[in-house]
């Protein structure tokens, strides 16, 4: 990479009536290839080869909404009525993703690719990865939702992804991780969302770094249609009361005089 | 709308294994929607009658990425060299659509629905709302671009509109100005990628207060592709070194004491 | 101003070894003059004069906090308990200080600013911006509370500054619209610590476009201590349970297919 | 802490006309107080004891600016200048304190606390802390600094703490590992300013999660001297122009057709 300037960029050149995205002109993208294609470009720096491209617009439907559920929608619902225009609304949802909240399929992904399974066996390197959490009494990321006994979107993100061609030893990793929890545990701590996803986007050779990037886009759309509803349908200033607030600080007291 | 619960929403029901967007299963929605549609079923309440899922998935592509020369791109260098998560990193440059910066799509959409060209002559509502902003000594927004003398992704994007059916009396007012303005003003200011996608997103049906949702979602991506381009190939601390800034401040001066 | 370089700025110097604010070594201001004094430095450019460094430090001590009534104070428990770093979620919730909440403190002050007290009779001006208001249906930013009938930090601010000697025409003209509108309206909306902080601050010769200002830099400190409040006291992911939220969208249907 | 409610805090109790934050009503600590005892207020739960207010105002002071040499002055200015609110430009800047632009409070003051300095031998520790990291072939954070060989805000704010007599452990941990690291690289690697406050607010009792609450507080003083400057002083639409921009991604290629 060469670095002569302040400014340097791989990703889009843009001259006046030109934008090439990777090389790519970006109106020949447009009508010609899918958004899905085209965050697999921004993302890995080339068009996808096969199905990747209906694999990422999968991943970012299933991660559109979950309703006030979410601390980012509530958080989306309290800015907009406090008088805030569209996109600082959204971003301030968007910062609530955070480590625990869509955070576990950057964590679960990192996992899965630094544990390397493209060349070794994947029900020992499960155990081996299970044993390493419970040594340091820790839960894995991607498995169980505080919501859902089994996240309905996994067993269809995985079909998805299985009938394009798509899964590989990284979300065998997590199937076999899945496994090995039922039997260490003797419970079933189903592989979530989040996990799924770390496992595709792994499968399909991106880096974990990018894990939230998905979830940013895709619950992005669903902030939207939060502020959207909010500015829409409800009142201004979303209040929390002063009576349904249990305060359990110091009792009253009189400001002491400063000493020195 | 019931009002009855402190949180209340149209948007989607989440019960235990169950998650319904408008009322859809979004496990059948993954797979058999793109994102397109599924956008605009959450902008929209309802899933496309015909193409517009295809003319959203051209106005996220039109939209992805516009290099160094977006102030919301730069904002995410400076934020992602500084230690912040993808997610947070990625708000800020959300932020910073304001406006100036995207913001002419929610401005331009709102012109052409108040403007109701449903019902009335186009040409002659043209000139009405171009000598309006003139006696009002102020630019009508949606048409000029600071690095294009012609933005490649308006022919583009009104091309596909016209090729799905999806153009109307709105996108008509849009070039109907553009036809007012060199008639008036005796040169071309050509309407840009905003100004496009205010037209077809009022064709299709959707509230200008969504005009900065599409951008929001569209150039997240782009902005990812900078967090990550960022943290895995420049150095740390994107740094203004103190000899590139020009101080034009007070001189060197002693603080005086307190009076009273 | 001059403009040959792409970054200036009026506020600081830096230099190897040294930082000079308005001119002032930092090491200098640190200890020999208040937080208060140091913020007047920076909104206005100059040390104050007499005391607005004390009223300063009152302005940001009256807004420090709001408890949970507050909407920003609410954004900052979703964010802070999906796992976000303190800045992150502090700023979530000072994006959340918009036209609504706080956002009164800019908007009175432009209307005190732009109205010229110093050289016009303040009871007919008062009189005359009411009946502005009125005319338009919109009700006067700066009075009247959600949660107080009488805002306590008013008397106490307006004290302070008088016998700090630094109330004027502007302070004068809040306390006319507010005398004004008892005797329009009959009933009395009282001046709130927003319209307070308006008038002393335009008194003191501070730039409405500053008005939000103060009010970041306050309640900041409120924010942060919610942020620990969370992390320290309170359960990760704070969520809504799905029993909680009312949805009133439309009933479960199936997903039609694509027409076209 | 109780927990009946969904809304819980010990911070402020607000009822109609009474705001009382940690039990003290807030127009008595307005005039009264200082904003840094109130901050020390709401940091720790109680009013300060002795000089403790005076050093957080010393802080403040300290942190106010550092020119558009900072990261989040740059992001504030590219933000400003898109068209956004005062807060939500303001936010985005202090989003980008982060781990490594002010995140050294933090890091530095966890590791002195973690050494618990008050019941050990202060030089032993320091040669034991600094070999672990030398071990990890990581840089212990809070000493040096890119733009100063000695920070001037170091010897000026321990100066004034030692006057105030609220130096302690944890401060003499910070000098002996300057000493440490002097006599064991052979160079000197001065505290900078973010480990000299690691090291004063570590005696004043504050945990270090609030490390950088002190820098969000300060800096936002500065950010908003910024955004005004750019919005009175400066061009709308801060823009790097393509010419300045280094692109060495691909080069123009077609778009191949997709292929499943």
Known sequence: MPNRKFWNTSITRVEPNSIRVRGYDVTELMGKRSFGDVVYLLFSGELPKSNEGKLVEAILVAGCDHSLAAPSADTVRFVASSGVPLQASVAAGII????????????CARI?????????????????????FRARKERIPGFGHPQHTADPRTARLLGLARGWGLTGPHTELALAIEAAMERQLGRRLPLNVDGAIAGVMSDMGLDWRLGKGFYVISRASG?????????????????????EIEYWGPAPRPVPDQQS
Do not use: C, M
Request: charged share 20%; aromatic share 10%.
């Open 96 to 107: 609530a993703l955070g480590d625990s909240h869509g955070g576990a399929i950057e964590q």
């Open 112 to 132: 899965f690719q630094e544990a390397q399974p493209q060349t070794k066996d994947v029900a020992a390197l499960a155990n081996d990865i299970l044993a390493a």
């Open 223 to 243: 902030l939207i249609a939060h502020y959207y509803e909010q500015v829409t349908q409800e009142r201004p200033f979303k209040e929390v009361l002063w009576q």
